[in-house]
C-alpha cells in the first residue's frame, strides 16, 4: 500500500505533517505538495509553464518532495511518473478549515482529490471545523486519528469509480466525537463584501472580503452534522450533469 | 435585461468580443472579464489580494473593463457591487476549444458560470469545438449565432436553481449544424506526458505535455453530440454529492 499526500496549505503546514504521520500506519507514504499556500485555488493544471520538484526533510522515513505547481499539479506530476512506484491511494489535507457546501468547487484541497479520481486512483480529502480565530496552529491529531480510520476502510473496501470522500472533522476531543455521518453537500452561506480603497497613488484598488462564511445546519449535510459532533463523510462525484433538468430542457424549443 | 459577459482567455480575445455581440441583440451588455489567460485555471477565489479594475475600449455601446483576476474574482466582483445595475444574466466564453468530460472541473470559462450560480444569478458557459492546430483565429460567428438562440430561451424560460448550462458548438457553418441536443458529461481521454529536461544551469524541470485531449463519441454525450454535428448543451449542477454512493458506503464498519 503506496500513499500519497498533498494538500493546498502548503508542504510545512502543521495539518500535512499530521497527515503523512497518520497515512505511515497503513503503508508506505511519500509526499508530495506545494511549496506555498493555495487555498481557495480551484482545480489547476500548469500546462503553459514547467514546474519544480525539490526534495524535502519533512518526516524521518517518509520521503517528501514540494514543487511550485498547485495541489492539483502535484497529484498530476506524481501520477505522471515523477514518483516511480505506483500510488494506490491520494490523501490530501489536513485543511485548517471545513470545506463544506459550494466550498468543494474552489477547494484545493478537494481538487487534488479530483485529479487524482480523474486519473482513476482513489482519494480522499480531509479538512478540519476549526474554530474562524483560533490562535496558533490547530490541533490535527483527532483528525489524524480518523484519517487512518477512513483511509483503512477504503483500503479494505474500495471506493466507488468516479467518486472520491470529502471528510470534514468537528474540533472536538476524540471522545466528544458521537460518530460518522455519510452526508450530503449543504448549503454555505457566503458573505463577501467588496472593499473598495484608494491606493498610495490615489488609484482604487478592489478587495474581496466580507465575514468568514457560515453553513447552516440542515440534517444529512455535511454542516448539520459537523454541528452535531459527527465527521461528515461526503461521497463526490466528478459526473456534475444535472440529469433532472433534461425533462424540462427538451420542452424548449430548441 | 442586462447581461454581463466575462471569459477565461482574456478581454481581447475574438471569442469574448463576438459573444458580447451576440448577447447586444438581447439587451444592455457589459463586460468585466481578465486581462491576461487563464486557461485551466479552475474555481478559483482571490482572497489574499486586492484587485485592479481598468475600463477599456472594446466594442462601441458596451462599457467594458478588465481586471486582474481570474474569470470567477470578475464574477464575484460584478456581483458584490463593482457593477451598479443589477445583472440578470451571466455568459462566459466562448471558449476556443471544447469542455467536455472532466474539462468542466477545469475549465476557467464554466467556473465563472459556477461562480454566478452560486450568488444565484443564471449563467452560461460557451465553448467551440475548433480543430486542435487551426491557424490564427478561430471563427466565432456560428457560435454567436447559437449562443443568441440559447440565452434568448435562458431569458424566456428561466433555468432550474444550482444550474448551469455549458454549452459546446461543433465548428461547422450554419446550415451544417443538425440542431441541438441535451447531453451528461462524456468521457475525456487526457493523454498528459511529463516531459523531464535540464534547464540551462542542469537543473531539471518537469513539464505537463503530451498530445492533445481526445473524447470517445458516446451516444447522448457532449462529445458524442459535437461529432454528430449538435450544439451539446449540458445541464451541470453544483451538488456533487455521489447520492447514489450512499448505500454502498453506509455498509462499512464506522
Not at 17 to 35: E, F, N, R, W, Y
Not at 66 to 79: E, F, K
Not at 127 to 156: E, F, H
Request: glycine content about 10%; hydrophobic content about 40%.
Amino acid at each position: 500500500m503506496h500513499i500519497l499526500v498533498t494538500n493546498d496549505d502548503g508542504i510545512f503546514n502543521p495539518g500535512i505533517i499530521q497527515l503523512a504521520k497518520s497515512m505511515l500506519k497503513l503503508g508506505k507514504v511519500t509526499v508530495l505538495a506545494p511549496d506555498k499556500n493555495w487555498s481557495v485555488s480551484g482545480h489547476k493544471k500548469t500546462l503553459h509553464k514547467p514546474l519544480r520538484v525539490k526534495k524535502v526533510e519533512l518526516i524521518e522515513g517518509i520521503e517528501a518532495f514540494s514543487s511550485d505547481g498547485a495541489p492539483s499539479d502535484c497529484v498530476a506530476l506524481a501520477l505522471l511518473g515523477l514518483i516511480t512506484e505506483k500510488i494506490d491511494l491520494v490523501v490530501s489535507g489536513i485543511n485548517p478549515h471545513a470545506n463544506i457546501g459550494n466550498d468543494v468547487t474552489y477547494s484545493g484541497t478537494v481538487t487534488a482529490a479530483f485529479e487524482a479520481a480523474i486519473s482513476g486512483v482513489p482519494a480522499l480529502a480531509f479538512s478540519l471545523d476549526s474554530p474562524d480565530n483560533i490562535d496558533g496552529d490547530c490541533d490535527y491529531s483527532v483528525a489524524g486519528a480518523v484519517a487512518t480510520t477512513i483511509a483503512d476502510n477504503v483500503i479494505k473496501f474500495g471506493l466507488p469509480v468516479k467518486t472520491i470522500l470529502s471528510v470534514n472533522v468537528p474540533y472536538l476531543k476524540i471522545d466528544e466525537i458521537r460518530g460518522f455521518q455519510i452526508t450530503r453537500q449543504g448549503l454555505r452561506l457566503y458573505r463577501d463584501a467588496l472593499v473598495v480603497r484608494d491606493d498610495p497613488r490615489g488609484i482604487p484598488y478592489y478587495w474581496i472580503g466580507g465575514e468568514f462564511p457560515h453553513g447552516i445546519p440542515e440534517a444529512g449535510t455535511d454542516y448539520g452534522a459537523l454541528k452535531e459532533g459527527y465527521v461528515s463523510i461526503t461521497p463526490l462525484q466528478l459526473d456534475m450533469t444535472a440529469y433532472s433538468t433534461f425533462e424540462y430542457l427538451s420542452q424548449w424549443k430548441w
